[in-house]
């Protein structure tokens, strides 16, 4: 089957036979029309150059001169009959033969397949280590997290221990007070305080009037104090001690007035810890100190 009976559209329309037969008609009568007139034309130019013959006389006899010939008219042109030029036919290609199907290689077609065998068996790999690579820093990540926290509760312990240590010191010393100050109480118990009676047992429990100022001594120096007062306030501190000398308790009695001073005196007796023994070897249980600024 043709490519011209598929595709009906392609094909040219078929030529009309009379509107031929008027085209031929039309240009006959246009020729005629254009000989006519050419006809007319020639025939007017022949009536006006005709030549104008005369007679002319003389007294001596002469032979006339023959008439001039009149040239033939220039033959009629042959009317020029107008073709209308055919439209050209679409050339239409021959149809396309259909491809032979190329033949294919089975072992082309083997090589092919394993190819894509290999490639996905790489896909699997490559999934198979990323699954392993995140597992194992997932693994990693607990692993950090388990010592932070274990890191952490060692500290939490440690914190705590510190503080049951802190708390038994605390403990200790304030069972060596209250054993000081039992012991002071029954030296106050065991003076007779008759009329022989010397009070050198009542005198043993308290600090010798020098103690005073061997402690402030010690504390003054840990007084951190820039600041300017007006006159000399005094700031009454109670001090409690272990037997050892070791700072207990302390506690503001009297004001100063001054806020910034009973601070620093405070701050300083922490700092100090330790007081040192009075002239019999002990230190006092509880005690009252005085301090100034200025002295």
Same mark, same amino acid.
Do not use: Y
């Given at each position: 089957?043709?490519?011209?009976?598929?595709?009906?559209?392609?094909?040219?329309?078929?030529?009309?036979?009379?509107?031929?037969?008027?085209?031929?008609?039309?240009?006959?009568?246009?020729?005629?029309?254009? %000989?006519a007139l050419t006809w007319g034309v020639g025939w007017k130019r022949e009536s006006s150059n005709a030549p104008i013959q %005369?007679?002319?006389?003389?007294?001596?006899?002469?032979?006339?001169?023959?008439? %001039?010939?009149?040239?033939?008219?220039?033959?009629?042109?042959?009317?020029?009959?107008q073709v209308k030029p055919e439209t050209p036919k679409p050339v239409v290609p021959p149809p396309k033969a259909a491809e032979?199907?190329?033949?294919?290689?089975?072992?082309?077609?083997?090589?092919?397949?394993?190819?894509?065998?290999?490639?996905? =068996?790489?896909?699997?790999?490559?999934?198979? @280590?990323?699954?392993?690579?995140?597992?194992? =820093?997932?693994?990693?990540?607990?692993? =950090?997290?388990?010592?932070?926290?274990?890191?952490?509760?060692?500290?939490?312990?440690?914190?705590?221990?510190?503080?049951?240590?802190?708390?038994?010191?605390?403990?200790?010393?304030?069972?060596?007070?209250?054993?000081?100050?039992?012991?002071?109480?029954?030296?106050?118990?065991?003076?007779?305080?008759?009329?022989?009676?010397?009070g050198t047992a009542l005198q043993s429990t308290g600090p010798s009037a020098g103690y005073g100022g061997r402690v402030i001594?010690?504390?003054?120096?840990?007084?951190?104090?820039?600041?300017?007062?007006?006159?000399?306030?005094?700031?009454?501190?109670?001090?409690?001690?272990?037997?050892?000398?070791?700072? @207990?308790?302390?506690?503001?009695?009297?004001?100063?007035?001054?806020?910034?001073?009973?601070?620093?005196?405070?701050?300083?007796?922490?700092?100090?810890?330790?007081?040192?023994?009075?002239?019999?070897?002990?230190?006092?249980?509880?005690?009252?100190?005085?301090?100034?600024?200025?002295?």
């Open positions: 089957m043709s490519l011209a009976t598929d595709k009906p559209e392609f094909t040219p329309p078929k030529q009309n036979s009379g509107r031929l037969r008027a085209i031929g008609f039309a240009v006959l009568a246009h020729a005629i029309l254009i %000989a %005369a007679e002319l006389w003389s007294t001596t006899v002469q032979e006339a001169a023959p008439a %001039a010939a009149e040239p033939p008219p220039p033959p009629p042109q042959p009317a020029v009959e032979p199907e190329p033949v294919v290689d089975p072992h082309i077609a083997i090589d092919k397949e394993k190819e894509k065998k290999k490639k996905l =068996e790489k896909i699997k790999k490559e999934k198979a @280590l990323a699954k392993a690579k995140a597992e194992e =820093e997932a693994e990693e990540k607990r692993l =950090e997290e388990l010592a932070k926290k274990k890191k952490l509760d060692a500290k939490k312990a440690a914190d705590k221990k510190a503080n049951d240590a802190k708390e038994a010191k605390d403990a200790a010393k304030a069972e060596a007070l209250r054993k000081a100050n039992l012991e002071r109480i029954k030296g106050l118990a065991g003076a007779s305080g008759g009329p022989q009676a010397t001594a010690r504390i003054k120096p840990n007084i951190v104090f820039t600041d300017d007062v007006l006159g000399n306030p005094v700031a009454t501190v109670e001090v409690r001690c272990a037997p050892d000398g070791t700072i @207990l308790a302390r506690k503001l009695i009297k004001s100063s007035g001054n806020s910034a001073w009973d601070n620093a005196v405070l701050r300083a007796i922490d700092k100090t810890e330790i007081l040192p023994r009075d002239i019999d070897g002990r230190v006092p249980s509880s005690f009252e100190i005085n301090f100034r600024p200025r002295d």
